[in-house]
């Protein structure tokens, strides 16, 4: 039987054997580990060391912050990380570290509390690895895919042209003198009839519904969301997706029907002889179902859905013009109330449209009558929650009906051309306000004005900005130009001119609803633009929907490696601010902040914060 002493030696023995071990594999481990304890570093192995540029055994005892770029970022890691140690959480990040001759490299930080019982008093374990090669391969292999992409997408496009080009020249030569006569009755782009044939059609549908005093429909189709596909992809993707519906129409024709092509991206179909509201019903729902499923075109999958509205002979009109007229008020029915629908014409909606074409007309003077009006929504830097910009919004305060949402009137600008106008006064009193708070000594950052497409394609348009700019004597440095994701896609060769033109100026472009469209990377990096706004749709859920998250996480990490800042839309609660917060989401916008207001009301809320952070920066 061993002795008290022989036992206690023989563990002392196991323990140095034990010590030794892990001396070793700390000593020789590839990537870095230190152990700081009250701000200091207490150990830490030679590859951390060699890392870092420190010679062997001089950097134990040396302060935490002499690892980063600045005490203030010591500061603000420690910040992050104090707390979750504190919760005996561990923590894993990205972040710049500085080597000891000025350099840095990026790394893998992971940190953990030796005693997570008492981390306050345990110290923290500090695992670093090099990644700055690891990411450059990553972004060049990156660069190289999109390269290559965009390579075969331009490739295969143009094949595809130049193959149908050859068909058309061929089919031309056979048939001549009969596609003359069908083209005087049918749409070039998809062989469907046009307006002229439809209407001598839907008057022969009318003639034997009378004679047999039966019923006859006319079906408006409308399709959702075809304006974004054909901004953002082209005018040959959104031609080969309006084929691709003309395809599937014929399949859901009766014998004795007719569908035309009325325009755009308008279609109609004519019910023939017997065809009541129970017969149009059916085919509504046909062509919901038909409609609505993906197309494969040209590499892409694309959805769209179809806006219906219906009118029914002799119930709501006995002539072809008023069906027509009516089937389209029942259609603009269906889209106001969320679109992928079909509705009846009723007097209600003849009453709407009649509202609608008398909005139109009030909207011609709303300028010079004084009833447009800016609101400007803050717009806060994340990390230190101050003011940093306002977004201008436009307003309509109808002398009858009152304030009057923009969703209602800006797609109406858009159609009847007035958003020009209208574009252009908004930019003129955001610079007239933006330079009267100044004079006041109100600094609210920048001043963010949104550009419609329609606007963004104007020959003209970075003189014009010019022109208002300067003469409103605002730095143009002040200014924020908004446009979509999918006005950046149109036309490319015109857009980075344009881009240009206006990033000469001083001015600053932001990409509104970012992630909703269909941009590419390659693209993206040579446009002069600042900052990318994400979506308030991915931003509505996060952090609780995974799928949300990842998309919100790869815009920043995007942002970041682009050198853009980046804003989150729609933000509403301090989860959310966290998880954006946590990603390195630069800006937030939401309630959460402050709703959009009157000019007057942002500066009582905001000018001592201005105050202050003017008094800061000098």
Request: proline share 4%; hydrophobic share 40%.
């Amino acid at each position: 039987m061993k002795t008290a002493p022989e036992a206690r030696l023989r563990e002392e023995r196991s323990l140095r054997h034990m010590l030794l071990k892990y001396e070793a594999i700390l000593e020789n481990a590839s990537i870095g580990i230190g152990f700081t304890r009250d701000q200091r570093f207490e150990h830490v192995n030679p590859r951390f060391e060699e890392m870092l540029g420190w010679p062997r055994g001089t950097l134990a005892g040396q302060p935490g912050y002499v690892v980063w770029r600045s005490r203030r970022e010591h500061a603000e890691i420690g910040a992050y990380v104090g707390p979750l140690l504190a919760r005996g959480q561990s923590v894993d990040f990205e972040h710049e570290i500085l080597r000891r001759d000025g350099g840095s490299f990026l790394a893998r930080i992971r940190a953990k509390s030796v005693d997570p019982t008492h981390p306050t008093r345990g110290g923290t374990i500090w695992i670093v690895e090099d990644i700055t090669e690891h990411r450059r391969s990553v972004e060049a292999l990156r660069r190289a895919h999109d390269e290559l992409e965009i390579r075969v997408r331009e490739r295969t496009e143009a094949l595809a042209e130049a193959n149908a080009r050859l068909r058309d020249e061929i089919a031309e030569r056979e048939t001549a003198e009969r596609r003359i006569r069908h083209l005087a009755h049918h749409d070039v782009l998809t062989g469907l009839p046009n307006r002229r044939l439809l209407q001598k059609r839907l008057e022969q549908a009318l003639a034997a519904a009378r004679e047999d005093q039966g019923h006859a429909a006319v079906v408006f189709i409308d399709l959702d969301r075809f304006k974004t596909i054909n901004d953002s992809l082209g005018h040959a993707v959104g031609d080969a997706l309006l084929k691709a519906v003309a395809l599937r129409l014929g399949e859901v024709l009766r014998p004795g029907d007719t569908v035309a092509r009325f325009g755009g991206d308008e279609f109609v179909l004519v019910l023939g002889e017997a065809a009541g509201p129970e017969d149009a019903v059916a085919v509504a729902d046909r062509l919901l179902e038909c409609l609505s499923l993906p197309y494969d075109i040209t590499g892409y999958s694309l959805r769209v859905t179809p806006s219906i509205g219906i009118s029914v002979f002799p119930r709501d009109g006995e002539d072809a013009q008023t069906l027509l007229s009516r089937a389209d008020a029942a259609m603009y029915h269906a889209k106001s109330d969320g679109r992928h629908c079909f509705r009846f014409f009723t007097e209600h909606i003849q009453r709407a449209s009649t509202q609608r074409l008398q909005l139109e007309n009030e909207l011609h003077g709303a300028i010079a009558r004084g009833e447009l009006l800016l609101h400007y929504q803050p717009r806060f830097d994340l990390l230190h929650r101050e003011l940093v910009a306002a977004e201008a919004l436009v307003r309509w305060r109808h002398p009858r009906r009152g304030m009057i949402s923009p969703a209602e009137f800006i797609p109406l600008a858009e159609e009847t051309g007035l958003i020009h106008p209208i574009g252009r006064w908004v930019l003129e009193e955001a610079c007239r306000q933006q330079r009267a708070w100044r004079e006041r000594g109100f600094l609210p950052g920048s001043v963010a004005v949104n550009l419609s497409a329609q606007q963004f394609r104007s020959a003209d348009l970075a003189g014009w900005v010019g022109t208002v700019i300067g003469d409103a004597g605002v730095d143009p440095r002040t200014i924020e130009i908004e446009i979509t994701e999918s006005t950046l896609m149109h036309d490319s060769g015109q857009t980075l001119a344009t881009l240009r033109a206006l990033a000469s100026l001083g001015i600053r472009m932001s990409i509104d609803d970012f992630g909703t469209g269909y941009s590419s990377l390659a693209y993206l990096k040579r446009f002069p633009v600042h900052l990318l706004k994400i979506d308030r749709s991915f931003v509505r859920d996060i952090p609780a929907d995974p799928d949300d998250a990842t998309i919100v996480r790869a815009i920043a990490g995007l942002a970041a490696s682009l050198g853009l800042r980046v804003v989150a839309e729609g933000v509403e609660n301090e989860e959310q601010m966290r998880f954006l917060q946590g990603i390195g989401c630069d800006e937030g916008q939401g309630f959460l902040f402050a709703p959009a207001m009157p000019a007057d009301e942002l500066e009582r809320r905001f000018a001592r914060g201005s105050a202050t952070r003017s008094a800061r920066e000098c």
